[in-house]
């Protein structure tokens, strides 16, 4: 019988920093779950466990604090991007490289009404994350992203004249709750995007459409969001979204002699319609 | 071999409901969890299999959305109370309710500035919870709390002259990051206190004291959170802590001929200090 | 405002530990998560952040892995003893000791039908536990269980006759699905009981007992599963249960002109029934 | 701004089927999940808000369970191709689906020694699954699959020789714990083979080949258990890894006076090494 290793690839995963940077009294805090992934001349190790060419994933995990340590970077992107191209340049055997990070969103406490110096408090379910490709000899490609950003709204959301046969039985409303956890990804035009306004831009497009737009159905919400985010970020060349419809359900009033008036939901996890999107410039 | 059922209980848990209050043209959104336990005359259905004095936790549940239709409330603890209330009221057989809530944090998405009417964005990681007990002939003890505020600090914070002993390898530290996850409890002196400006005041003092004790150790700073929380809301007995103590480990830059400036840490979920006490007014 | 510390604890949690006893080619590997929950003379640390009597949760972490070093033993039982009386015999400010231990199941791979010397493979979704309590000067008191051990059974179940009136909705049922996620906790009679057989035996008797059991109720099954429990194992004293009730719907089948014949369901997290008893030799 | 929508797709996941298939006395029971994606040509409601030609997710949903009354089948692969084939032919707006199904594992309860003929007992923390794809017009493509298959050995394991660098600080080992959560994916070369018997023989194959194999690192093993899987089922094409490396790191006993014996072990989640590779005949 013969086989072959088409692909491999190999890498460390949740790798967990903190950095704190002092600024004078003021301290800015990162804290990220990196993920390393490369690809190249690693077959050996598969095939007959010559690791000479293999860069351990503990040596993977020490790079991500000494390159940590050596840069300044004032967001996840561009650490991100440091990460990508160390490798390739520094392993001639690499060919590839993928570094994903996720970011908690911590904010600044407020006492007295003023943002404190060194304390900080969680800011939301959301994750701020970004994907970082480089492969040898070529170009450096950025994606940011934004993962279980919840959302909600309790009215301006119908869901009808839909596909009618045998497998239907929901009934057309006008007015539903439609509420979804945002999974977003964007591809930057270049490397060194301003990476931190464009994040906020894009986030406050996504909530603003979200809230103001009157919903025909996910699909439609969907698309207007892209469009608000490709409108306010002119950096990017496109944005993905995947958002679960997360359902709430009309609570059966009737067997208690009492009147659903888009008043008393269940809400759920499961199962959850499941939508995405791809869209870009034309 | 002679048994005996020396206790039981039983109810409903993870009830979740969806609550719209429609103020003229703005909504107001309450998504809570609930559980339902009772206790009193049901052991013939563990002895026998006799259920006919038994309220169905389907049945608890429908209660549950039925109470949520016909009742006015603003704030999960008021709805815990009279789901607490109803069940010794209404069912001879049941001597004591707990009713506990856990309620996601949902605040109003900004559009230009303003506060959205109808759409709603995650307010954080932290839940706001209840535990509402009532006894047949008894008062209903109200608790109010907070889970999983997750907050760091990353200075003013020491952990020194602890015992030494063989088992001591950590050193005397006067600067660590200091990250914990709160989760407190308090105790209202009554039924209908108003729980909404207790909860915002206790969860400011807790805040402020956090960011602002110069901390030596999990222990003292819990116990200045606990103070400034009885000074903030007159109106609890009471408040319990657990801490759990979310390490950021300095990462030993040794190896690569740099020097630890409390910049590189790794944040770690386990092993975790943890750390409870419960303090009260005397 | 005057305030007191009425109440305090600390330890460490989830430290994980992997022990590996090799007798002669035979491996035994053990996998626990260790809690230590320490009250004693620790009140200085929260009133003033006096820390001189507290024993750092750091070095509370080193001393399971030493004592796991220096110690044999063959069950968690064995090591929570050892370890729960470690600290107040170690500890003069120490007044008493609560260690928790989860096991996960590992048996060994079967190769061409044979018990592999030193390969495992995952046991289940059922996790081993014990919680020992020591005191100065009292006695140390040893609890086995079991956590998530997920049984369902697709008949002899019914759930009939119980209360009528306007919250129930529930039709009466001779024939449905009963699921359940077994949690168990049972007191020894001394600390140095056959940990192992017992909790085998324990183990067998409750998968036996809700097998056979001609059901009414949950309720109805668990005494069943408790009387058998302690028949098998004369060295407990009492056993506690606490069995979630994952219900299985049935599917309406109706709209669609088929007709539900006890076959097609849905499988459900939540809302569930949370049923719980305490049941011990009279 | 000109933008356009390049891709779309959607359906519902996390459908929780559960079918109970009575063959006398003897019962037999299928949970799954189910996910179901659908392409075609739906662009006009992301577009417009046309919802005309889109199934709704609950039909979606619907149709699950409707297909499970309907069909006998005996493994998760079976219902997933006469799902998958369902929608291009029912519906002409359809131009693909995929449907995903993951198992839970039951196994009969043994009372007294012999398997039970309803009640049953979950079988291992892994999850059996499969992923099936159809085109309209083309060939019906079916991989199967197993996630969190857990695996530990506790010799037989080195990981030494790999690059040595600045970054390098871990040592040689010629003797390690070696443990993985099994990711397997495997295609089948018709849709229509024995997938039981496959799955079965791969599993085997597997755990066999992980026990046995003298481990020069990750890689080298993963290599190993996707020869084996490939002798052992003929039917298969190809097959995934990914193997999380999960990570035991030795405890270090010299502060204590004490000398690690490959015995004692901290375990770990992360970071974790991620190693992925993918393996076909000639």
Not at 6 to 26: F, M
Not at 34 to 42: E, M, P, S
Not at 73 to 91: D, G, K, N
Not at 159 to 164: G, L, N, P, R
Request: proline fraction near 3%; charge should be negative.
């Amino acid at each position: 019988m013969a086989i072959k290793l088409t692909a491999n690839s190999y890498g460390k995963s949740d790798v967990r920093l903190t950095k704190v940077v002092r600024e004078g009294k003021t301290h800015h805090l990162a804290e990220y779950s990196v993920n390393v992934q490369l690809t190249g001349d690693f077959s050996l190790a598969y095939l007959g466990g010559d690791n000479r060419k293999v860069i351990a994933t503990d040596s993977i995990k020490n790079t991500v604090y000494v390159l940590a340590k050596e840069n300044h970077f004032t967001t996840p992107e561009q650490f991100a991007v440091l990460m990508a191209e160390h490798f390739p340049s520094e392993y001639k055997q690499v060919e590839t490289a993928k570094v994903e990070i996720v970011e908690a969103r911590w904010k600044r406490i407020r006492v007295n009404g003023d943002p404190h110096e060194h304390a900080f408090v969680n800011g939301g379910t959301e994750l701020h994350s970004c994907t970082v490709y480089t492969a040898r000899g070529g170009k450096t490609i950025v994606h940011g992203g934004v993962r279980e950003l919840q959302v909600v709204k309790t009215t301006n959301s119908a869901w009808k004249d839909f596909w009618t046969d045998r497998y239907r039985t929901l009934k057309d409303t006008n007015d539903r709750i439609f509420g979804t956890s945002i999974t977003a990804n964007w591809e930057y035009d270049r490397s060194d995007a301003d990476f931190e306004r464009c994040t906020a831009a894009i986030r406050t497009a996504m909530l603003e459409a979200f809230a103001s737009h009157v919903s025909l159905g996910v699909q439609h919400t969907m698309y207007e969001m892209g469009r608000a985010a490709l409108a306010a970020a002119p950096e990017i060349k496109n944005i993905e979204f995947r958002l679960p419809n997360k359902h709430r359900i009309p609570f059966n009033l009737d067997p208690f002699g009492l009147k659903f008036e888009n008043d008393i939901y269940v809400w759920t996890d499961e199962p959850y319609g499941d939508i995405s999107a791809f869209i870009e410039r034309e």
